[in-house]
């Protein structure tokens, strides 16, 4: 171990770094904020040949898959780099390394090279994420030094050699690639020439540790294998004595463990326990047992605590208190004492008749502790972020996280109480966002804002104001109380962020949708259109329908028409407010007199009468709805009519469909890599509408949609969060169902074909089929425990956050001042007021200042 | 009836009011004087649109302040720079403005000075009350009031000095304070007044002055002669308080308090206690017929001090009274030329005949009527004690007895006037309970009311579920009576009252730990801070009576405090808004935590219902889209999630843990058998 030393001390910096507050993770992750080194093919061969440690990626095709892995490969390279090893990746589609990167078979692993030559290439299903590439590539490196252990025998082998020359550090874990597996092949790498390091599988070895192999939880355990001049029992056994380390299994409790191994067995003190210094680091979470000797028997005692101590050993520390000092001060009818320092510095005296009883104390304690333990530090990791500067907020976080950044507001007007009239005249179209600093999902949006304004202005759109309100400051304009003669156009802001549309003579639009930039800047664009656009040529029609200005912005709104026999017809002022009402979110054209009489024939319909375009429907097949009396009524028929039959689910759409109430029937779909793939997601798509005509009625509980994994990444984690795992692609998953929280997974052997989805729906409703998991019910209690005040003042001074009890009950905020009698004595009159402000008692009965 | 009111209002508006005696005009409310809280009360119920009238005795509003302070320095702060534009912050700051919903009508119109012209005052009254056109009659000089009781009820029936009755359902006293406070003592009639006192300090040139009183009166006067009197002492029964410790503006100003400095340096002033009952002022008896006339009468100017307990009887002592004769170094032992009582106003109960008596208030001296928590007469329905006068409620704790106080107790008043009679709820907001959090920041950060009037009003907010109700300024002491008074119902969800408090302890307050920064250790702050109360029931009398020691209000189901700020912005995202939002969540029972979009998709789909916010606004369509792929930030809330739920990955987006643990690839390619 070249440098195991230097290693060592860095280990033990980030140790220290972490005690004084930071994470251990952020002293090897986080110092490197560098993207992944790419190698040119040139470099590589140079590292290559000059002999040094690489891990390498050859990237051809970036996969979500893919692309999550690269983000943990950047992360482990800091870390690796401490051991030496170079991490990077070669990107095959600017330069062709041989082999590695024309073979499609190796595209799914990442090599190792060491020496001059490709060491091991792993797959990148057991690479995951930095855990596991830090643990699987110091396995490899450590090969020859980390034994693998399978039985007993083996490990009888093992000790047997071992014997009198090393002793063993055995670990257990229960998968590789876990964080636990990674701190014993870190550990391993620094004390390698030390100790034998030993990784068992579970089974039989664990058996022989003791261990309950149900239990599943990690361990390591130190066999004393080298001999020990402590010992008063000479080893008889064939096997070494076994320590187990007690703490939950991480880098620096394994740390700690090995450092408290190599402490001195017993100290002798000649000071009074509670004046001994509580351990130090890295022990100072470590107990301290005092026994105590007499020079009579101090031999004796000190045999007796070695023995002891041995038990004791990886537990606890062991000290040898000599009474005959003057300083010790223990009463003689105390023969043991110890101190918790993680609970308390004070000393615990008792009196105890034999070592088991000792031993006992701490064995029980100590699983009174394990029990408490568990709550214990995963309260403290919850008082960490509960109490210290972690935002649990993944909104606030971010916000947070870009504090420093300052928003760039240059290119929207500054809209005040002063000006906000004057502002809103000045353009056709005002797009005002009020927003609190405070708030951090405005805050959040407010970036997505200015990027609208960016990319407004980039594009030249000058008939559109962007404007922006402070309600923190301007609080009367939020309140829409502007104090101007001119009337307030808005209602009380009382909801943040919210995005208002002003227009000329027309009333305020409200902007409920997404809050982001590209469906704002969707919404903006559509709102340019008057709503109803006015329609009396044919080519005006058709260019309603074809209107190429919102299709270059990428996306394709919904239209509407509105077919009336003439202007004066009721219906076009029903027709009329629910197009305003719709205004940004869809584009409503009206058409009266003969042409609508000539578009109704078209399609089959009488006047009055809409027609829906809903933008995934061929435009010669409108849905045509009745004229309703009210817009609310006609407003929900075109919601209706706009929604597709056989959604794929995306996240801006997913609550449109939800509200609907259905059964989901959920398609999950990889992403399609070439052209066949691509062919055979419309064939899926396809057949899930064969089910859905198939089915029929039946099927009008069930929403059969679907959902792309590679435009919709979030999808992933719902189906793993389904099914527990991945299942391979295509899934069809049957989910939110009007009867319980099951979720079924149709059998992934065999082949999605409308019929037997049916089929398999029938079951499901039969009850014959077995649910793959469940929904979470959940009430969304608070995550974290508030920081409850009333305790902390009940604690730190009891008695004054109490109700007072009836006898208690004057007044004393009333006090009567001048009717107390301070200070009449003459001879004190200069004295007292020499003594400003507290001397006085304004209060008869406190004679204190209540105020003060 | 409605004929008298007809015709009133005629009168009214052609502005030629003339009241012949005996005649007599029934009125909805009537608000006696037309002072700074009369104006005040005026406003609201003009823009209620109420039938009220405010009578004043003078010709002009404010008169009080046409003499006093006698030395025409107000000492109430007008901060007309505050770096700010937000009004209702501002009014923090600016302690002389009443309020209006008119940006310009305040009092920074009419001074720029940070300690104002007393003069100023009347005119900005004067303004007030013109602008905002506000029906005050001048020179209606009240001499009785009494109650009487009819079918329709019980109204008050004032007296001018003309024997017109005025009839009112509703009467609002805002008379202020202005009948000098005395102490009868032996020699009180040797005394002068504040109130006619020469201010002009050459006719004060090598004199020896006693001053009685320590409070802002007293202290102003010793400062205006310091540079000509000779010896300045100031004696009261208690020592000095100062405002700047006690955070209570009655108590004495630094602006008035440079005899501290001459006291402190020895130059020749000094402050003595002692109880004004206890003193005798007196002269000197003439020794004897040996001295000549003209020394005689030099001596005879002079006043001493003594005590009764020396003292035979009378006003006129001999030398063997004199405390000096007893104690050779007696403090006071040396004769004044003046003695000045500085010991401030009372309010002047005479008017109040026995059916519309206001008891004086236990507190204070006895020197203001006793009000409820809503400043209605104890035993005098109907009636309401307005401005100064309502100060027996937080005397000496908060600025009831002060403009900048009061101005909206008197807007608390007018909302329990509206509820009470006529059936308007106090107004409220409507929150969505994941906006409620954004709401008391900003409450917080701007609110004036709670912030001046701290410990007497505060924010109600009354939780329903997923909303909640936001009350603004109620006086807390009237909460058992909330729903009445309010006309808002408080449901099983419980209610929270956010208050402004100082600290109670007394420390050193100039001193290195005077602040907490700590926000655990927010309920040590000594400065002005935020503090919530939650309760899953309005308390009861009982409990408001017995609360703790020095709280406003009772041990609530929880409490919160945030900790003081230096800059009293109260946004810090980790100092202030993450506890206050895990108080919150606790107060409600439910995650108050924001998601973005991605987020609450996966819960949507992965969980019957996903969190509240995703619920209120990702579910309405309104998700926070993700701003382009921001790198995992919030480690904590994965983990935490992650282990609570031990079940998949919850909030972390990047990397879900089923991904680690199963061996499940995601296979790019399809495997279809179809």
């Known amino acids: 171990m070249r440098c195991a030393e230097n290693l060592l001390s860095i280990m033990w910096m980030c140790i220290a770094a972490f005690l004084l507050g930071t994470r251990l993770g952020g002293c090897a992750e986080t110092a490197n904020t560098s993207e992944l080194i790419e190698f040119a093919a040139a470099d590589f061969y140079e590292k290559l040949h000059s002999g040094k440690m690489m891990f390498i990626y050859f990237e051809y095709k970036v996969s979500p898959t893919i692309s999550l892995f690269l983000v943990e490969l950047e992360k482990s390279a800091e870390a690796l780099q401490d051991y030496g090893i170079l991490v990077g990746k070669v990107n095959c589609n600017r330069e062709v390394v041989h082999t590695y990167c024309t073979d499609q078979r190796l595209m799914h692993s990442v090599f190792l090279f060491r020496g001059g030559k490709e060491f091991l290439g792993l797959d990148l299903d057991t690479v995951f994420d930095v855990n596991s590439i830090v643990s699987e590539v110091l396995f490899a490196i450590l090969r020859e030094e980390v034994k693998y252990v399978h039985t007993d025998t083996d490990l009888m082998a093992m000790e047997k050699a071992a014997r009198g020359k090393k002793d063993i550090v055995l670990g257990y874990v229960h998968s590789l690639g876990t964080q636990e597996h990674r701190s014993i092949m870190e550990t391993a790498y620094v004390y390698g020439s030390k100790y034998q390091f030993i990784l068992i599988t579970g089974g039989p070895v664990l058996k022989q540790l003791g261990v309950n192999e149900s239990s599943h939880s990690s361990g390591v355990w130190f066999l004393h294998c080298r001999v020990h001049s402590g010992f008063t029992t000479p080893m008889t056994s064939e096997r070494c004595p076994v320590t187990p380390m007690r703490k939950p299994l991480s880098t620096l409790s394994l740390h700690s463990f090995l450092q408290l191994i190599e402490a001195p067995l017993v100290s002798e003190v000649y000071d009074d326990p509670s004046t001994v210094q509580p351990p130090q680091f890295p022990y100072q979470h470590t107990p301290q047992v005092f026994l105590f000797s007499r020079p009579v028997t101090e031999h004796l005692d000190l045999d007796t605590a070695t023995a002891l101590a041995w038990r004791l050993r990886g537990l606890a520390q062991l000290l040898l208190v000599h009474r005959q000092s003057p300083a010790v001060k223990t009463p003689d009818e105390y023969n043991v004492a110890y101190r918790l320092p993680e609970k308390s510095l004070d000393v615990k005296y008792l009196t105890l008749h034999n070592m088991d009883e000792v031993l006992e104390l701490f064995t029980n304690e100590d699983k009174a502790e394990d029990k408490e333990e568990g709550g214990d530090e995963g309260l403290e990791d919850e008082e960490d972020n509960a109490h210290s500067g972690e935002l649990d907020d993944e909104v606030a976080a971010s916000v947070y996280e870009n504090r420093g950044n300052l928003l760039d507001s240059d290119l929207f007007t500054q809209i005040r109480s002063d000006n906000f009239h004057t502002a809103v005249a000045r353009s056709g179209l005002t797009v005002v966002l009020f927003y609190l600093k405070w708030d951090a999902v405005s805050m959040a949006f407010f970036s997505s804002f200015i990027d609208v304004a960016q990319s407004l202005a980039d594009s030249e759109v000058d008939d559109i104001q962007m404007g922006s309100v402070d309600c923190g400051e301007w609080t009367d304009l939020c309140a829409a109380q502007s104090g101007a003669a001119l009337p307030v156009l808005f209602q009380p802001i009382t909801a943040f962020p919210t995005v208002l549309v002003f227009f000329p003579q027309e009333p305020v639009l409200h902007y409920r949708g997404m809050l982001g930039s590209e469906a704002l800047h969707r919404f903006i664009m559509l709102c340019r259109f008057a709503a109803p656009v006015l329609l009396s040529r044919q080519e005006e029609v058709m260019s309603f329908l074809q209107d190429e200005s919102s299709q270059a912005a990428g996306y394709r709104p919904d239209r509407v028409l509105g077919l009336f026999k003439a202007q004066t017809d009721i219906g076009v002022s029903v027709f009329t407010e629910a197009a305003k009402s719709l205004r940004g979110e869809v584009m409503t054209g009206l058409l009266t007199d003969g042409l609508a009489e000539k578009w109704a024939a078209d399609h089959t319909a009488d006047l009055p009468v809409v027609l829906v375009f809903p933008s995934w429907r061929k435009q010669t097949h409108p849905s045509s709805l009745p004229v309703s009396s009210s817009a609310e009524e006609l407003l929900t028929h075109i919601n209706d009519a706009r929604l597709h039959p056989m959604p794929e689910l995306t996240v801006e759409n997913l609550p449109s469909f939800l509200s609907l109430g259905k059964s989901l029937l959920l398609l999950f779909v990889g992403e399609e890599e070439d052209e066949i793939g691509h062919r055979q997601n419309q064939a899926l798509v396809e057949e899930m509408k064969q089910v859905v005509e198939l089915g029929g009625v039946r099927m009008e509980r069930y929403l059969a949609c679907w959902i792309h994994l590679g435009r919709t990444p979030a999808g992933m984690s719902v189906l793993g969060s389904y099914l527990g795992s991945l299942p391979p692609l295509p899934a069809l998953v049957h989910t939110h169902s009007l009867s319980g929280d099951e979720v079924y997974q149709y059998p992934p052997s065999s082949p999605i074909v409308a019929p037997s989805v049916l089929q398999w729906l029938q079951r499901i409703e039969e009850g014959t089929e077995t649910p793959a998991g469940m929904l979470v019910e959940d009430t969304w209690l608070p995550e974290v425990e508030f920081y409850d005040f009333l305790k902390i003042i009940d604690m730190q001074e009891p008695g004054s956050a109490k109700q007072r009890t009836p006898e208690g009950e004057e007044d004393d905020n009333d006090e009567e001042v001048d009717e107390d009698n301070v200070n009449v004595e003459d001879e004190t009159w200069e004295k007292a007021a020499a003594v400003p402000s507290y001397s006085s008692a304004p209060d008869t009965k406190h004679n204190t200042h209540s105020e003060l | 009836m409605d004929l008298n009111l007809l015709c009133f209002i005629l009168l009214v508006l052609t502005g030629c009011v003339r009241s012949s005696p005996n005649h007599h005009h029934h009125i909805e409310y009537c608000v006696l004087g037309a002072g700074p809280a009369g104006l005040q009360m005026g406003y609201f119920l003009s823009k209620a649109q109420r039938h009220y009238i405010i009578l004043e005795r003078n010709q002009g509003p404010g008169s009080f302040f046409n003499r006093y302070p006698r030395h025409r320095k107000l000492i109430s702060i007008n901060k007309i720079y505050t770096g700010r534009q937000n009004r ?587």
């Open chain 2, 88 to 674: 209702e912050f501002n009014l923090r700051h600016d302690w002389n403005s009443l309020l209006s919903h008119e940006p310009d009508l305040l009092f920074k119109r009419v001074s720029g000075e940070f300690y104002p012209p007393a003069d100023a005052f009347p005119r900005y009254l004067a303004m007030f009350a013109t602008e905002l056109s506000l029906r005050v009659r001048y020179g209606v000089d009240v001499g009785r009031i009494r109650a009487v009781q009819s079918g329709s009820g019980r109204s008050y029936v004032l007296t001018d000095q003309n024997a017109s009755d005025y009839s009112c359902s509703v009467l609002l006293v805002a008379t202020g304070l202005w009948v000098p406070q005395t102490v009868d003592f032996v020699g009180s009639d040797l005394v002068e007044g504040y109130e006619s006192i020469s201010t002009n300090p050459d006719d004060y040139r090598d004199q020896a002055v006693l001053i009685l009183g320590k409070g802002n009166s007293a202290f102003e006067t010793a400062q205006s002669i310091l540079g000509r009197a000779s010896r300045v002492h100031m004696l009261s029964s208690s020592a000095v308080r100062l405002a700047w410790q006690t955070h209570y503006v009655g108590d004495l100003r630094a602006v008035n308090n440079e005899l501290l400095d001459t006291y402190q340096l020895k130059s020749l002033d000094g402050l003595v206690e002692a109880r004004l009952e206890k003193i005798v002022i007196a002269k000197r008896k003439e020794q004897n017929h040996r001295s000549c006339g003209r020394k005689k009468t030099e001596r005879n100017g002079k006043l001493y001090l003594t005590l009764t307990k020396y003292v035979q009887n009378g006003s006129v002592v001999s030398g063997e009274e004199l405390a000096g004769h007893h104690i050779d170094n007696f403090p006071t032992r040396k004769p004044y030329d003046r003695v000045i009582r500085c010991l401030g106003f009372r309010f002047n109960f005479s008017v109040f005949d026995g059916s519309a008596r206001l008891p004086p208030s236990e507190n204070a001296k006895g020197r203001l009527p006793a009000v409820t928590a809503w400043y209605e007469g104890e035993d005098a329905p109907g009636l309401f004690v307005l401005g100064t006068a309502s100060h027996s409620r937080d005397y000496r704790s908060s600025a009831g007895g002060f403009v900048h106080g009061f101005r909206y107790t008197a807007r608390a008043v007018h909302r329990v006037l509206e509820q009470r009679y006529h059936g308007n709820r106090w107004p409220s907001i409507t929150l969505l309970t994941t906006q409620l959090l954004s709401w008391i920041l900003k409450r917080v950060g701007e609110a004036s009311g709670p912030y001046q009037m701290f410990e007497v009003l505060g924010d109600v907010i009354l939780l329903r579920g997923s909303h909640c109700d936001y009350v603004e300024e109620f006086p807390i002491q009237a909460l058992p009576q909330f729903s009445s008074l309010s006309g808002h119902e408080v449901s099983s969800h419980g209610l929270l009252v956010l208050v402004m408090q100082y600290g109670k302890k007394k420390i050193d307050y100039l001193g290195r730990s005077r602040a907490e920064t700590d926000w655990t250790k927010a309920w040590r702050s000594n400065f002005l801070h935020p503090v919530l109360y939650f309760y899953d029931r309005l308390p009861t009398d009982k409990e408001m009576t017995l609360r703790p020691h020095s709280w406003p209000l009772p041990r609530p189901r929880a409490l919160h405090h945030m900790i003081e700020d230096f800059l009293t912005e109260w946004d810090g995202p980790v100092s202030h808004v993450q506890p206050l939002r895990r108080f919150l969540e606790h107060c409600v029972q439910t995650d108050l935590r924001s998601f973005y979009a991605d987020s609450c998709f996966r819960l949507s789909l992965t969980h019957r219902k996903p969190p509240l916010f995703c619920r209120q606004r990702y579910l309405q369509q309104q998700g926070v889209a993700r701003r382009h792929r921001q790198p995992q930030h919030a480690h904590a809330a994965g983990l935490i999630a992650a282990e609570r739920q031990a079940g998949p990955a919850q909030s972390d987006p990047a990397f879900p843990s089923f991904l680690a643990q199963a061996e499940a690839s995601v296979s790019s390619g399809l495997k279809l058998d179809l």
